[in-house]
Protein backbone atom coordinates (compact mmCIF):
# COMPACT_ATOMS: atom_id res chain seq x y z
CA UNK A 1 0.00 0.00 0.00
CA UNK A 2 0.90 3.33 -1.10
CA UNK A 3 1.80 5.96 1.92
CA UNK A 4 1.47 9.71 1.74
CA UNK A 5 -0.21 10.01 -1.55
CA UNK A 6 -3.05 8.21 -3.39
CA UNK A 7 -0.64 6.42 -6.41
CA UNK A 8 2.97 4.99 -6.20
CA UNK A 9 4.24 6.64 -9.43
CA UNK A 10 3.37 10.15 -7.91
CA UNK A 11 6.14 9.96 -5.33
CA UNK A 12 8.70 10.28 -8.38
CA UNK A 13 7.43 12.94 -9.52
CA UNK A 14 7.26 14.80 -6.36
CA UNK A 15 10.97 13.32 -5.63
CA UNK A 16 11.99 15.64 -8.76
CA UNK A 17 9.91 18.72 -7.74
CA UNK A 18 11.68 18.85 -4.21
CA UNK A 19 15.35 17.92 -5.52
CA UNK A 20 15.53 19.88 -8.38
CA UNK A 21 12.37 21.95 -8.35
CA UNK A 22 13.92 24.48 -11.16
CA UNK A 23 14.30 21.23 -13.99
CA UNK A 24 12.83 21.95 -16.97
CA UNK A 25 9.84 19.47 -17.14
CA UNK A 26 7.95 20.29 -20.67
CA UNK A 27 9.72 22.03 -23.33
CA UNK A 28 7.14 22.82 -26.21
CA UNK A 29 6.02 24.66 -29.59
CA UNK A 30 4.68 28.15 -28.99
CA UNK A 31 4.92 29.86 -32.38
CA UNK A 32 7.71 30.73 -34.89
CA UNK A 33 11.55 32.09 -34.34
CA UNK A 34 13.14 34.78 -36.63
CA UNK A 35 14.62 31.11 -38.89
CA UNK A 36 11.00 30.11 -39.35
CA UNK A 37 11.62 27.44 -36.75
CA UNK A 38 9.51 26.53 -33.96
CA UNK A 39 9.83 28.60 -31.05
CA UNK A 40 9.99 27.65 -27.73
CA UNK A 41 8.49 27.94 -23.89
CA UNK A 42 9.16 25.59 -21.05
CA UNK A 43 7.93 24.75 -17.50
CA UNK A 44 9.41 23.84 -14.72
CA UNK A 45 8.57 20.70 -12.82
CA UNK A 46 7.54 23.01 -9.76
CA UNK A 47 5.46 25.57 -12.31
CA UNK A 48 4.43 21.96 -13.70
CA UNK A 49 3.58 20.78 -10.17
CA UNK A 50 1.49 23.87 -9.11
CA UNK A 51 -0.40 23.69 -11.60
CA UNK A 52 -1.47 20.59 -11.48
CA UNK A 53 -1.87 21.04 -7.46
CA UNK A 54 -4.16 23.96 -8.67
CA UNK A 55 -6.18 22.06 -11.02
CA UNK A 56 -6.79 19.08 -8.26
CA UNK A 57 -8.19 21.85 -5.73
CA UNK A 58 -10.49 23.25 -8.55
CA UNK A 59 -11.49 19.89 -9.84
CA UNK A 60 -12.55 18.76 -6.24
CA UNK A 61 -14.58 21.99 -5.18
CA UNK A 62 -16.69 20.99 -7.92
CA UNK A 63 -17.04 17.50 -6.68
CA UNK A 64 -14.21 15.52 -8.63
CA UNK A 65 -12.57 13.29 -6.43
CA UNK A 66 -11.34 9.48 -5.78
CA UNK A 67 -12.54 7.15 -8.58
CA UNK A 68 -14.53 10.01 -10.49
CA UNK A 69 -14.02 9.03 -14.10
CA UNK A 70 -12.80 12.13 -15.96
CA UNK A 71 -12.76 11.72 -20.03
CA UNK A 72 -9.53 13.87 -21.03
CA UNK A 73 -9.76 15.22 -24.54
CA UNK A 74 -6.67 17.57 -25.05
CA UNK A 75 -3.97 17.90 -27.50
CA UNK A 76 -0.38 17.03 -27.07
CA UNK A 77 0.42 20.25 -24.02
CA UNK A 78 1.54 21.46 -21.21
CA UNK A 79 -2.04 21.70 -19.74
CA UNK A 80 -1.96 18.14 -20.93
CA UNK A 81 0.41 16.72 -18.58
CA UNK A 82 -0.65 19.50 -15.89
CA UNK A 83 -4.12 17.75 -16.20
CA UNK A 84 -3.30 13.95 -15.80
CA UNK A 85 -1.11 14.88 -12.70
CA UNK A 86 -3.59 16.89 -11.43
CA UNK A 87 -6.70 14.19 -11.95
CA UNK A 88 -4.27 11.40 -10.57
CA UNK A 89 -3.40 13.59 -7.37
CA UNK A 90 -6.72 13.49 -6.96
CA UNK A 91 -7.53 10.13 -7.32
CA UNK A 92 -9.83 10.74 -10.10
CA UNK A 93 -9.40 8.30 -12.78
CA UNK A 94 -8.67 9.78 -16.20
CA UNK A 95 -10.64 8.48 -19.60
CA UNK A 96 -8.14 8.54 -22.22
CA UNK A 97 -9.22 8.26 -25.91
CA UNK A 98 -8.21 9.23 -29.25
CA UNK A 99 -10.14 10.90 -31.11
CA UNK A 100 -8.40 10.39 -34.44
CA UNK A 101 -11.44 6.52 -34.23
CA UNK A 102 -13.94 9.05 -35.59
CA UNK A 103 -17.04 10.54 -34.38
CA UNK A 104 -19.05 7.97 -34.17
CA UNK A 105 -16.94 5.29 -32.41
CA UNK A 106 -16.19 8.10 -29.64
CA UNK A 107 -19.44 8.57 -28.81
CA UNK A 108 -20.09 4.81 -28.54
CA UNK A 109 -16.92 4.74 -26.44
CA UNK A 110 -17.39 7.54 -24.27
CA UNK A 111 -20.86 6.86 -24.04
CA UNK A 112 -19.78 2.86 -22.54
CA UNK A 113 -18.08 4.66 -19.67
CA UNK A 114 -20.29 6.93 -17.47
CA UNK A 115 -17.67 9.50 -17.16
CA UNK A 116 -18.58 12.25 -14.36
CA UNK A 117 -15.88 15.17 -15.42
CA UNK A 118 -15.01 16.10 -18.65
CA UNK A 119 -12.18 18.25 -19.93
CA UNK A 120 -11.46 18.94 -23.02
CA UNK A 121 -10.67 21.47 -25.94
CA UNK A 122 -13.53 23.45 -27.52
CA UNK A 123 -13.95 21.41 -30.68
CA UNK A 124 -14.32 18.28 -27.85
CA UNK A 125 -16.78 20.33 -25.74
CA UNK A 126 -18.96 20.78 -29.17
CA UNK A 127 -19.60 17.19 -29.61
CA UNK A 128 -20.72 17.15 -25.61
CA UNK A 129 -22.89 19.77 -26.26
CA UNK A 130 -24.54 18.73 -29.94
CA UNK A 131 -24.71 14.79 -28.41
CA UNK A 132 -26.09 15.23 -24.87
CA UNK A 133 -27.08 11.85 -24.52
CA UNK A 134 -23.13 10.63 -24.89
CA UNK A 135 -22.60 12.53 -21.92
CA UNK A 136 -25.71 12.15 -19.88
CA UNK A 137 -23.81 11.69 -16.52
CA UNK A 138 -21.24 14.61 -17.02
CA UNK A 139 -21.57 16.79 -13.85
CA UNK A 140 -18.09 18.84 -14.22
CA UNK A 141 -16.68 20.40 -17.55
CA UNK A 142 -14.05 22.17 -18.35
CA UNK A 143 -12.71 23.83 -21.23
CA UNK A 144 -8.99 23.84 -22.59
CA UNK A 145 -8.91 26.97 -24.80
CA UNK A 146 -11.38 29.24 -25.09
CA UNK A 147 -14.82 28.66 -24.38
CA UNK A 148 -17.68 29.18 -27.11
CA UNK A 149 -21.23 28.83 -26.41
CA UNK A 150 -21.47 26.63 -23.47
CA UNK A 151 -20.80 27.55 -20.47
CA UNK A 152 -18.40 25.68 -17.21
CA UNK A 153 -15.20 25.88 -16.11
CA UNK A 154 -12.24 27.30 -17.67
CA UNK A 155 -8.73 26.12 -16.87
CA UNK A 156 -6.96 29.07 -18.17
CA UNK A 157 -9.11 31.05 -15.68
CA UNK A 158 -8.32 28.48 -13.01
CA UNK A 159 -4.56 30.14 -13.53
CA UNK A 160 -1.99 28.11 -11.94
CA UNK A 161 -1.17 28.71 -8.23
CA UNK A 162 -3.71 26.84 -5.67
CA UNK A 163 -4.83 28.57 -2.86
CA UNK A 164 -5.01 25.93 -0.73
CA UNK A 165 -3.54 21.96 0.14
CA UNK A 166 -5.33 19.31 -2.22
CA UNK A 167 -7.66 17.54 -0.56
CA UNK A 168 -6.17 14.04 0.88
CA UNK A 169 -6.92 10.81 -1.19
CA UNK A 170 -7.53 7.35 0.05
CA UNK A 171 -4.19 5.49 -0.01
CA UNK A 172 -4.43 2.26 -2.96
CA UNK A 173 -2.82 -0.88 -3.66
CA UNK A 174 -1.36 -1.66 -6.70
CA UNK A 175 -4.86 -3.27 -8.14
CA UNK A 176 -6.51 -0.13 -7.28
CA UNK A 177 -8.06 1.24 -10.67
CA UNK A 178 -5.83 4.31 -12.18
CA UNK A 179 -6.67 5.17 -15.77
CA UNK A 180 -8.97 4.21 -18.37
CA UNK A 181 -7.32 4.23 -21.91
CA UNK A 182 -9.14 2.80 -25.15
CA UNK A 183 -6.95 1.32 -28.06
CA UNK A 184 -7.62 2.87 -31.27
CA UNK A 185 -9.80 0.43 -32.84
CA UNK A 186 -7.28 0.25 -36.08
CA UNK A 187 -7.77 -3.51 -35.79
CA UNK A 188 -10.66 -4.60 -34.25
CA UNK A 189 -13.29 -2.84 -31.80
CA UNK A 190 -11.76 -0.20 -29.51
CA UNK A 191 -11.74 -1.33 -25.75
CA UNK A 192 -11.75 0.49 -22.30
CA UNK A 193 -8.17 -1.01 -21.30
CA UNK A 194 -8.18 -0.99 -17.37
CA UNK A 195 -4.51 0.24 -16.00
CA UNK A 196 -3.90 0.03 -12.91
CA UNK A 197 -1.34 1.62 -10.14
CA UNK A 198 0.88 -1.30 -10.11
CA UNK A 199 0.76 -1.40 -14.12
CA UNK A 200 1.78 1.86 -14.65
CA UNK A 201 4.78 1.91 -11.88
CA UNK A 202 5.96 -1.48 -13.58
CA UNK A 203 5.88 0.37 -17.10
CA UNK A 204 7.87 3.29 -15.77
CA UNK A 205 10.25 0.43 -14.22
CA UNK A 206 10.22 -1.47 -17.56
CA UNK A 207 10.69 1.70 -19.52
CA UNK A 208 13.77 2.65 -17.30
CA UNK A 209 15.27 -0.92 -17.49
CA UNK A 210 15.10 -0.95 -21.50
CA UNK A 211 17.28 2.44 -21.32
CA UNK A 212 20.08 0.65 -19.09
CA UNK A 213 18.49 2.73 -16.20
CA UNK A 214 19.93 5.76 -17.52
CA UNK A 215 18.49 8.92 -16.77
CA UNK A 216 16.97 9.82 -19.79
CA UNK A 217 17.72 13.89 -19.59
CA UNK A 218 15.86 15.54 -22.20
CA UNK A 219 13.45 13.09 -24.63
CA UNK A 220 11.62 13.80 -27.35
CA UNK A 221 8.15 13.22 -27.25
CA UNK A 222 5.59 11.89 -30.27
CA UNK A 223 3.17 10.15 -28.36
CA UNK A 224 1.32 11.75 -24.56
CA UNK A 225 1.57 8.52 -22.57
CA UNK A 226 4.96 8.06 -23.62
CA UNK A 227 5.78 11.83 -21.62
CA UNK A 228 3.81 10.66 -18.69
CA UNK A 229 6.60 8.02 -18.19
CA UNK A 230 9.42 10.32 -19.17
CA UNK A 231 8.10 12.88 -16.71
CA UNK A 232 7.94 9.97 -13.77
CA UNK A 233 11.82 9.36 -14.65
CA UNK A 234 12.58 13.02 -14.22
CA UNK A 235 13.10 13.77 -17.90
CA UNK A 236 13.00 17.33 -19.72
CA UNK A 237 10.20 16.54 -22.68
CA UNK A 238 10.31 18.23 -25.73
CA UNK A 239 7.11 18.44 -27.78
CA UNK A 240 7.50 19.07 -31.41
CA UNK A 241 4.64 20.78 -33.38
CA UNK A 242 2.69 17.41 -34.38
CA UNK A 243 -0.71 16.89 -35.13
CA UNK A 244 -1.65 13.25 -33.22
CA UNK A 245 -3.88 12.42 -35.83
CA UNK A 246 -1.35 13.00 -38.41
CA UNK A 247 2.02 12.16 -36.58
CA UNK A 248 3.42 11.36 -40.06
CA UNK A 249 3.01 14.45 -41.28
CA UNK A 250 5.46 15.90 -38.19
CA UNK A 251 7.94 17.95 -40.82
CA UNK A 252 11.65 16.04 -39.68
CA UNK A 253 13.34 19.67 -39.77
CA UNK A 254 11.62 20.30 -37.06
CA UNK A 255 12.50 17.37 -34.98
CA UNK A 256 16.53 17.55 -35.94
CA UNK A 257 15.86 21.58 -34.66
CA UNK A 258 14.45 20.13 -31.36
CA UNK A 259 17.26 17.40 -31.10
CA UNK A 260 19.80 19.97 -31.35
CA UNK A 261 18.39 22.98 -29.64
CA UNK A 262 17.69 20.96 -26.77
CA UNK A 263 20.49 18.17 -26.94
CA UNK A 264 17.69 15.43 -27.12
CA UNK A 265 19.22 11.87 -25.50
CA UNK A 266 16.53 10.37 -26.26
CA UNK A 267 13.37 9.75 -28.29
CA UNK A 268 10.01 7.56 -28.95
CA UNK A 269 8.42 7.65 -32.75
CA UNK A 270 7.01 5.23 -34.82
CA UNK A 271 7.63 4.46 -38.03
CA UNK A 272 5.58 7.33 -39.91
CA UNK A 273 8.09 9.26 -38.17
CA UNK A 274 11.29 8.08 -38.74
CA UNK A 275 10.76 6.66 -42.41
CA UNK A 276 10.61 10.93 -43.40
CA UNK A 277 13.89 11.54 -40.27
CA UNK A 278 15.86 9.14 -42.46
CA UNK A 279 15.06 10.65 -45.65
CA UNK A 280 15.81 14.20 -44.17
CA UNK A 281 19.04 13.25 -42.68
CA UNK A 282 20.53 11.72 -45.78
CA UNK A 283 19.15 14.78 -47.92
CA UNK A 284 20.46 16.99 -45.25
CA UNK A 285 23.05 15.60 -42.88
CA UNK A 286 22.99 16.89 -39.48
CA UNK A 287 25.62 16.21 -36.27
CA UNK A 288 22.83 14.95 -33.73
CA UNK A 289 25.82 14.74 -31.17
CA UNK A 290 23.92 14.83 -28.03
CA UNK A 291 20.95 11.85 -29.20
CA UNK A 292 22.06 8.33 -27.83
CA UNK A 293 18.87 6.41 -28.36
CA UNK A 294 15.93 5.96 -30.49
CA UNK A 295 12.78 3.99 -29.75
CA UNK A 296 10.46 2.82 -32.48
CA UNK A 297 7.06 1.50 -31.15
CA UNK A 298 3.14 1.54 -32.75
CA UNK A 299 4.67 -0.82 -35.65
CA UNK A 300 6.90 -3.01 -37.23
CA UNK A 301 9.86 -0.03 -38.10
CA UNK A 302 10.79 -1.46 -41.81
CA UNK A 303 14.24 -3.23 -41.87
CA UNK A 304 15.46 -0.93 -44.24
CA UNK A 305 14.69 2.48 -42.11
CA UNK A 306 16.64 1.01 -39.19
CA UNK A 307 19.75 0.28 -41.39
CA UNK A 308 19.64 3.64 -42.57
CA UNK A 309 19.10 5.05 -39.93
CA UNK A 310 22.72 3.57 -38.31
CA UNK A 311 24.13 4.66 -41.13
CA UNK A 312 22.91 8.76 -41.18
CA UNK A 313 23.81 8.54 -36.73
CA UNK A 314 26.75 8.42 -34.84
CA UNK A 315 27.82 5.23 -34.13
CA UNK A 316 27.16 4.22 -30.99
CA UNK A 317 23.42 5.53 -31.10
CA UNK A 318 20.95 3.11 -30.05
CA UNK A 319 18.14 2.29 -32.31
CA UNK A 320 15.75 0.17 -30.54
CA UNK A 321 12.59 -1.81 -32.12
CA UNK A 322 9.93 -1.99 -29.66
CA UNK A 323 6.71 -3.87 -29.51
CA UNK A 324 3.54 -3.44 -26.82
CA UNK A 325 0.01 -2.25 -26.51
CA UNK A 326 -2.22 0.00 -24.96
CA UNK A 327 -2.79 -3.20 -22.49
CA UNK A 328 0.84 -3.94 -22.23
CA UNK A 329 4.03 -1.74 -22.81
CA UNK A 330 5.98 -2.31 -23.20
CA UNK A 331 6.05 -6.44 -24.26
CA UNK A 332 9.77 -6.40 -25.69
CA UNK A 333 12.36 -5.20 -27.09
CA UNK A 334 15.48 -5.61 -30.28
CA UNK A 335 18.54 -3.68 -30.41
CA UNK A 336 19.69 -3.01 -34.50
CA UNK A 337 22.81 -4.83 -34.12
CA UNK A 338 20.98 -7.84 -32.91
CA UNK A 339 18.48 -7.68 -35.79
CA UNK A 340 21.07 -7.13 -38.39
CA UNK A 341 23.06 -9.50 -37.74
CA UNK A 342 21.35 -12.34 -39.88
CA UNK A 343 17.72 -11.92 -38.47
CA UNK A 344 16.49 -9.25 -41.67
CA UNK A 345 17.63 -12.13 -43.82
CA UNK A 346 15.63 -14.59 -42.00
CA UNK A 347 12.62 -12.04 -41.97
CA UNK A 348 12.83 -12.24 -45.88
CA UNK A 349 12.76 -15.77 -46.16
CA UNK A 350 9.43 -15.15 -44.55
CA UNK A 351 9.92 -16.36 -40.75
CA UNK A 352 8.24 -13.40 -39.40
CA UNK A 353 9.90 -9.81 -37.82
CA UNK A 354 11.95 -10.92 -34.65
CA UNK A 355 10.82 -8.28 -32.09
CA UNK A 356 13.47 -9.06 -29.22
CA UNK A 357 13.24 -10.95 -25.93
CA UNK A 358 10.32 -10.34 -23.56
CA UNK A 359 10.64 -6.89 -21.11
CA UNK A 360 12.07 -6.78 -17.97
CA UNK A 361 9.35 -9.12 -15.74
CA UNK A 362 7.33 -10.38 -18.08
CA UNK A 363 6.22 -13.71 -19.36
CA UNK A 364 5.62 -14.63 -22.72
CA UNK A 365 4.38 -17.78 -24.89
CA UNK A 366 2.45 -18.76 -27.96
CA UNK A 367 -1.03 -20.72 -27.35
CA UNK A 368 -3.09 -22.82 -30.48
CA UNK A 369 -4.89 -20.15 -32.86
CA UNK A 370 -8.65 -20.20 -32.60
CA UNK A 371 -11.08 -16.83 -32.35
CA UNK A 372 -12.85 -19.02 -29.55
CA UNK A 373 -12.35 -17.54 -25.79
CA UNK A 374 -9.60 -19.89 -24.01
CA UNK A 375 -11.43 -19.49 -20.59
CA UNK A 376 -8.11 -20.95 -18.64
CA UNK A 377 -4.56 -21.92 -18.86
CA UNK A 378 -5.61 -25.50 -18.81
CA UNK A 379 -7.60 -24.87 -21.84
CA UNK A 380 -4.81 -23.93 -23.68
CA UNK A 381 -2.84 -26.97 -22.68
CA UNK A 382 -5.42 -29.19 -24.45
CA UNK A 383 -5.25 -26.86 -27.65
CA UNK A 384 -1.24 -27.07 -27.90
CA UNK A 385 -1.61 -30.00 -29.82
CA UNK A 386 -2.68 -27.73 -32.96
CA UNK A 387 0.17 -25.56 -33.23
CA UNK A 388 2.09 -28.16 -35.18
CA UNK A 389 -0.46 -27.58 -37.83
CA UNK A 390 0.59 -24.09 -37.85
CA UNK A 391 4.13 -24.70 -37.82
CA UNK A 392 4.51 -23.64 -34.07
CA UNK A 393 3.02 -20.23 -34.74
CA UNK A 394 -0.08 -19.08 -32.16
CA UNK A 395 -1.05 -16.15 -30.76
CA UNK A 396 1.19 -14.54 -28.08
CA UNK A 397 -0.37 -14.35 -24.82
CA UNK A 398 1.76 -12.64 -22.17
CA UNK A 399 1.74 -12.24 -18.45
CA UNK A 400 3.64 -9.70 -16.00
CA UNK A 401 2.90 -6.63 -13.54
CA UNK A 402 2.71 -3.84 -16.88
CA UNK A 403 -0.55 -6.08 -17.96
CA UNK A 404 -3.52 -5.01 -17.76
CA UNK A 405 -5.52 -7.38 -16.75
CA UNK A 406 -9.38 -6.74 -17.53
CA UNK A 407 -11.19 -4.71 -19.91
CA UNK A 408 -13.71 -1.59 -18.47
CA UNK A 409 -15.89 -2.40 -21.86
CA UNK A 410 -17.15 -4.38 -23.15
CA UNK A 411 -17.66 -6.88 -20.94
CA UNK A 412 -17.15 -9.91 -23.66
CA UNK A 413 -13.85 -8.47 -24.03
CA UNK A 414 -12.51 -9.96 -21.56
CA UNK A 415 -13.76 -13.47 -21.95
CA UNK A 416 -12.10 -13.28 -25.43
CA UNK A 417 -9.21 -11.32 -24.35
CA UNK A 418 -7.93 -13.31 -20.98
CA UNK A 419 -6.86 -16.78 -19.87
CA UNK A 420 -6.79 -17.41 -16.29
CA UNK A 421 -4.05 -19.12 -14.98
CA UNK A 422 -4.17 -19.63 -11.16
CA UNK A 423 -3.83 -16.30 -9.72
CA UNK A 424 -2.25 -15.15 -12.68
CA UNK A 425 -4.24 -13.52 -16.02
CA UNK A 426 -3.13 -13.62 -19.37
CA UNK A 427 -3.29 -11.08 -21.90
CA UNK A 428 -4.16 -12.27 -25.55
CA UNK A 429 -2.59 -10.38 -27.74
CA UNK A 430 -4.00 -10.87 -30.94
CA UNK A 431 -0.38 -11.39 -32.37
CA UNK A 432 0.26 -14.66 -34.20
CA UNK A 433 4.45 -15.24 -33.18
CA UNK A 434 6.46 -18.39 -32.81
CA UNK A 435 9.36 -17.85 -29.85
CA UNK A 436 13.12 -19.43 -30.87
CA UNK A 437 15.56 -21.31 -29.04
CA UNK A 438 16.56 -17.78 -27.24
CA UNK A 439 13.22 -16.62 -26.18
CA UNK A 440 13.30 -14.38 -28.95
CA UNK A 441 9.90 -13.44 -30.16
CA UNK A 442 9.00 -13.71 -34.00
CA UNK A 443 5.83 -11.79 -35.11
CA UNK A 444 3.95 -12.79 -37.72
CA UNK A 445 0.80 -10.68 -38.20
CA UNK A 446 -2.59 -9.75 -36.50
CA UNK A 447 -4.63 -13.13 -35.85
CA UNK A 448 -7.65 -11.33 -36.95
CA UNK A 449 -5.79 -10.62 -40.34
CA UNK A 450 -4.81 -14.24 -40.92
CA UNK A 451 -5.79 -15.42 -44.53
CA UNK A 452 -6.93 -18.82 -44.20
CA UNK A 453 -7.07 -20.64 -47.71
CA UNK A 454 -8.14 -23.94 -48.25
CA UNK A 455 -4.57 -25.50 -47.98
CA UNK A 456 -4.86 -23.87 -44.92
CA UNK A 457 -3.81 -20.19 -43.08
CA UNK A 458 -1.23 -17.72 -44.28
CA UNK A 459 -0.21 -14.72 -42.13
CA UNK A 460 0.42 -11.09 -43.67
CA UNK A 461 3.79 -10.39 -41.92
CA UNK A 462 5.48 -13.39 -43.04
CA UNK A 463 4.11 -13.13 -46.53
CA UNK A 464 5.00 -9.42 -46.86
CA UNK A 465 8.49 -9.34 -45.72
CA UNK A 466 9.39 -11.99 -48.43
CA UNK A 467 7.98 -9.39 -51.13
CA UNK A 468 9.03 -5.62 -49.78
CA UNK A 469 12.56 -6.87 -50.95
CA UNK A 470 11.48 -6.71 -54.26
CA UNK A 471 12.71 -3.42 -56.07
CA UNK A 472 10.28 -0.66 -56.66
CA UNK A 473 8.12 -1.85 -53.75
CA UNK A 474 7.48 0.51 -51.16
CA UNK A 475 5.25 -2.27 -49.00
CA UNK A 476 2.53 -4.83 -49.33
CA UNK A 477 -0.41 -6.33 -47.68
CA UNK A 478 -1.53 -9.99 -47.99
CA UNK A 479 -5.63 -9.32 -47.53
CA UNK A 480 -8.05 -12.79 -48.11
CA UNK A 481 -10.60 -12.19 -50.33
CA UNK A 482 -13.64 -14.66 -50.47
CA UNK A 483 -15.05 -16.73 -46.94
CA UNK A 484 -12.66 -18.14 -44.33
CA UNK A 485 -11.11 -21.60 -45.16
CA UNK A 486 -11.48 -20.85 -49.13
CA UNK A 487 -9.85 -17.18 -48.77
CA UNK A 488 -8.22 -16.09 -52.22
CA UNK A 489 -5.07 -15.13 -50.96
CA UNK A 490 -4.11 -10.96 -52.43
CA UNK A 491 -1.23 -8.98 -52.53
CA UNK A 492 -2.03 -5.50 -52.74
CA UNK A 493 1.12 -3.35 -53.46
CA UNK A 494 1.98 0.17 -53.16
CA UNK A 495 4.97 1.18 -55.14
CA UNK A 496 7.65 3.59 -54.67
CA UNK A 497 7.79 6.80 -56.45
CA UNK A 498 8.54 6.25 -60.37
CA UNK A 499 8.42 2.43 -60.03
CA UNK A 500 7.10 1.04 -63.40
CA UNK A 501 4.00 -1.18 -62.18
CA UNK A 502 4.26 -3.52 -65.48
CA UNK A 503 8.11 -4.05 -64.54
CA UNK A 504 7.64 -4.68 -60.69
CA UNK A 505 4.44 -7.38 -61.06
CA UNK A 506 6.45 -10.07 -63.38
CA UNK A 507 9.32 -9.28 -60.58
CA UNK A 508 6.84 -10.38 -57.62
CA UNK A 509 5.57 -12.73 -59.14
CA UNK A 510 8.75 -15.01 -60.17
CA UNK A 511 10.05 -13.98 -56.47
CA UNK A 512 7.10 -15.67 -55.10
CA UNK A 513 7.62 -18.78 -56.23
CA UNK A 514 11.15 -19.14 -54.51
CA UNK A 515 9.18 -19.53 -51.05
CA UNK A 516 6.72 -22.23 -50.28
CA UNK A 517 5.02 -19.60 -48.11
CA UNK A 518 4.40 -17.39 -51.23
CA UNK A 519 3.82 -20.18 -53.99
CA UNK A 520 0.28 -19.93 -54.24
CA UNK A 521 -0.51 -16.14 -54.26
CA UNK A 522 -1.75 -15.16 -57.83
CA UNK A 523 -3.23 -12.45 -57.57
CA UNK A 524 -1.03 -8.95 -57.47
CA UNK A 525 -3.16 -5.44 -57.13
CA UNK A 526 -1.57 -1.95 -56.87
CA UNK A 527 -2.84 0.23 -54.61
CA UNK A 528 -2.45 4.36 -54.81
CA UNK A 529 -1.34 4.55 -51.28
CA UNK A 530 -2.77 1.84 -48.34
CA UNK A 531 -5.03 3.41 -45.93
CA UNK A 532 -3.03 3.54 -41.81
CA UNK A 533 -4.31 3.66 -38.27
CA UNK A 534 -5.09 7.23 -37.01
CA UNK A 535 -2.88 7.07 -33.74
CA UNK A 536 0.62 6.27 -35.09
CA UNK A 537 0.05 6.27 -39.17
CA UNK A 538 1.89 3.23 -39.74
CA UNK A 539 -0.75 -0.01 -39.48
CA UNK A 540 -2.06 -1.09 -42.45
CA UNK A 541 -5.72 -1.22 -42.60
CA UNK A 542 -6.14 -4.71 -44.48
CA UNK A 543 -9.53 -4.95 -43.40
CA UNK A 544 -10.52 -2.17 -45.62
CA UNK A 545 -7.51 -3.04 -48.22
CA UNK A 546 -9.72 -6.62 -48.54
CA UNK A 547 -13.10 -4.91 -49.43
CA UNK A 548 -10.97 -2.78 -51.97
CA UNK A 549 -9.49 -5.94 -53.62
CA UNK A 550 -12.64 -7.82 -53.74
CA UNK A 551 -14.02 -4.96 -55.76
CA UNK A 552 -11.37 -4.79 -58.08
CA UNK A 553 -11.53 -8.68 -58.82
CA UNK A 554 -15.49 -8.93 -59.10
CA UNK A 555 -15.66 -11.31 -55.95
CA UNK A 556 -17.55 -10.82 -52.10
CA UNK A 557 -14.84 -9.88 -50.02
Excluded at 111 to 118: G, L, P, S, W
Excluded at 163 to 182: H, K, M, N
Excluded at 494 to 507: F, L, W
Excluded at 550 to 556: F, I, K, V
Aim: aromatic content about 6%; overall charge neutral; glycine content about 8%.
Amino acid sequence: MTTGTYWQAIDRFRAVVRTDPNRVAVRYADGVDPDGLPAYRHLTYRELDLWSETIAERLAATGVGTGTRTIVLVLPSPELYAIMFGLMKLGAVPVVIDPGMGVRKMLRCLRAVDAEAFIGIPQAHALRVLFPRSFRTVHTAVTVGKRWFWRGESLRAWGRTPTGPVPPSRPATEDDLLLIAFTTGSTGPAKAVRMTHGNLAATVDQVHMARGEVTPEASLITLPLVGVLDLLLGSRCVLPPLIPSKVGATDPAHVVDAIQKFGVRTMFACPAVLIPLLEHLRAHPATLTSLESIYSGGAPVPDWCIAGLREVLDEDVQVVAGYGSTEALPMSTIESRELLDGLVERAHRGEGTCIGRPSYQLQARVVAITDNPIPTMARAEELAGELETTRGIGELVVAGPNVSTSYHWPEQANAQGKIVDGDRIWHRTGDLAWIDEQGRIWFCGRKSQRVVTVDGPMFTVQVEQVFNTVAGVARTALVGVGPRGAQRPVLCVEMKPGADPDIVEPALRAHGTQFEITRTIADFLVHPSFPVDIRHNAKIGRERLALWAAERLGTDA
